[in-house]
């Protein structure tokens, strides 16, 4: 497996934390990539207007792709409107994983 560092591109979230996600050595392509980006961070394919590996360079193709190393940072850069986002930042108790009874918790 190849583990990568991808994020939404978005300068006005306070947090904009990587999360890690896997690629299959046998399945570096740039629709794969794409696939398993978006599906991790609950953003709809077509709403993504290019992958970006961090500082400055745009990821275009399969090769683009093969040559990553594990734990390079990617960007989703979206496509907006100034009328409607295509993506929204899930509150803290419908990310997967959250515990209600936990976070009523007090010691």
Not at 30 to 45: A, F, Q, W
Not at 60 to 87: P, Y
């Amino acid at each position: 497996e190849l583990v990568l560092k991808v994020r939404i591109q978005n300068p006005n979230l306070k947090e904009n934390d990587f999360i890690e996600i896997e690629l299959d050595r046998q399945e570096l392509t740039y629709k794969e990539l794409l696939r398993v980006s978006c599906r991790e961070l609950g953003v709809n394919p077509e709403h993504v207007q290019k992958i970006r590996k961090l500082p400055n360079t745009m990821l275009r193709k399969d090769k683009d792709v093969a040559r990553l190393q594990d734990f390079q940072e990617l960007e989703l850069v979206l496509t907006v409107s100034d009328k409607n986002f295509f993506f929204r930042v899930p509150t803290l108790s419908e990310r997967s994983g959250y515990n209600k009874k936990a976070s009523e918790l007090t010691y």
